[in-house]
Structures are given as structure tokens and as C-alpha cells.
């Protein structure tokens, strides 16, 4: 998106945990490249109304699956959920604050450090993990293609608000 582009592109010859990683790590870099540049109001913005979704919402939301996956499913370390509970299962999308925006993308970056160190703790993409989907076992494999394909979706999104708020488009 600018004009030093930070992100390393996944290499194209890799072995398969490799490159579930890289693709992983491109994805959340591309999330912070997103949403550069935008103010506390801009970041908190709903293009589409009645859709909650925001930018902000968005890191928001991924904030808690990277928590969710990579900490209380690959380890077994429960999480608590700053955004949503029983009777806000949206808030991650819903509650967001223009106050609160900027110590949210602080969130998300503390909690990659947190979930990079859990995902690199586990070598094993075969066997199940410590924790558990809806009470059924998953490995590493399973969670890893599934967060690749959480961001990819989520990043889609946040192409089309962020073009909207701005005009800025990118890969």
C-alpha cells in the first residue's frame, strides 16, 4: 500500500509449515498497512450501514481469534475476551470508541507478540492440541489454514471501508 511496502512475501518454494506461517505473518502485516495513516474517527467509521463492520472492529476482531486460536485452542490457556461475552457475542464490532481506537491497534500488536510465541511453541502440525474446538480435537494444520483464510476474508473487507473513507486502495 505505500511506497515502501514493509511486508515479506511468502516465498514460493517453500515446505508446508513455512509457508502456512508466512502466509500468516504477510496477512498481519498487511492488516497494519491497511489501516495506516488513519485517525481515531476514520478507524471507528462504518462504511455500509447497517453493517458494524469498521476498521477498528476489524483489528478488534482479530485480536480476539488470535487470542482464541493460538493461545486457548493450540495451548489450552483460556482467554478472556475483552470484547464480547453472552450478552454482546458482536461487541468486538459493535462497541467500538474513537477513544479507545488507537490502544486497540496497541491490543492487537501485543497480542501477536503473544501468539507468535505460541504458534512457534508448537512444531507439530499433525497430532491434536492441547485444547479444543466445540469439543472435537484440531491441529496446528487446521488452525493455521484457518486463520489464513480469517484475515483473507476480513481483509476484503477492510479493502472495500478503507476505499471508502479514503479512496485508498491496495494488495
Same mark, same amino acid.
Not at 44 to 49: E, F, G, M, S, T
Not at 88 to 106: K, Y
Not at 120 to 142: E, I, K, M
Given at each position: 500500500?505505500?511506497?515502501?511496502?514493509?511486508?515479506?512475501? *511468502?516465498?514460493?518454494? =517453500?515446505?508446508?509449515? &513455512?509457508?502456512?506461517?508466512?502466509?500468516?505473518?504477510?496477512?498481519?502485516?498487511?492488516?497494519?498497512?491497511?489501516?495506516? $495513516?488513519? $485517525?481515531?474517527?476514520?478507524?471507528?467509521?462504518?462504511?455500509? *450501514?447497517?453493517?458494524?463492520?469498521?476498521?477498528?472492529?476489524?483489528?478488534?476482531?482479530? %485480536?480476539?481469534?488470535?487470542?482464541?486460536?493460538?493461545?486457548?485452542?493450540?495451548?489450552?490457556?483460556?482467554?478472556?475476551? *475483552?470484547?464480547?461475552? &453472552?450478552? +454482546?457475542? #458482536?461487541?468486538?464490532?459493535? #462497541?467500538?470508541?474513537?477513544? %479507545?481506537?488507537?490502544? #486497540?491497534?496497541? =491490543?492487537?500488536?501485543?497480542?501477536?507478540?503473544?501468539?507468535?510465541?505460541?504458534?512457534?511453541?508448537? %512444531? #507439530?502440525?499433525?497430532?491434536?492440541?492441547? $485444547?479444543?474446538?466445540?469439543?472435537?480435537?484440531? +491441529?496446528?494444520?487446521?488452525?493455521?489454514?484457518?486463520?489464513? &483464510?480469517?484475515?483473507?476474508?476480513?481483509?476484503?473487507?477492510?479493502?472495500?471501508?478503507? &476505499?471508502?473513507?479514503? $479512496?485508498?486502495?491496495?494488495?
Amino acid at each position: 500500500m505505500s511506497s515502501a511496502d514493509p511486508r515479506t512475501v *511468502p516465498p514460493p518454494t =517453500a515446505g508446508e509449515r &513455512e509457508s502456512l506461517d508466512a502466509w500468516l505473518d504477510f496477512y498481519r502485516e498487511t492488516l497494519l498497512l491497511k489501516i495506516e $495513516g488513519l $485517525g481515531a474517527e476514520q478507524l471507528c467509521r462504518r462504511a455500509v *450501514p447497517p453493517s458494524a463492520l469498521s476498521p477498528i472492529g476489524i483489528v478488534r476482531h482479530l %485480536t480476539d481469534v488470535e487470542a482464541y486460536w493460538l493461545r486457548e485452542v493450540l495451548l489450552d490457556d483460556e482467554q478472556p475476551d *475483552p470484547h464480547c461475552d &453472552e450478552d +454482546n457475542p #458482536d461487541g468486538d464490532f459493535q #462497541d467500538v470508541d474513537p477513544a %479507545t481506537a488507537l490502544a #486497540d491497534i496497541e =491490543a492487537y500488536r501485543a497480542q501477536l507478540v503473544a501468539t507468535r510465541a505460541a504458534q512457534a511453541s508448537w %512444531t #507439530d502440525l499433525d497430532g491434536p492440541v492441547l $485444547g479444543r474446538r466445540h469439543g472435537a480435537p484440531v +491441529n496446528l494444520r487446521w488452525i493455521l489454514i484457518h486463520l489464513v &483464510e480469517e484475515y483473507a476474508r476480513h481483509l476484503g473487507h477492510l479493502d472495500l471501508l478503507r &476505499e471508502s473513507i479514503d $479512496g485508498r486502495a491496495g494488495y
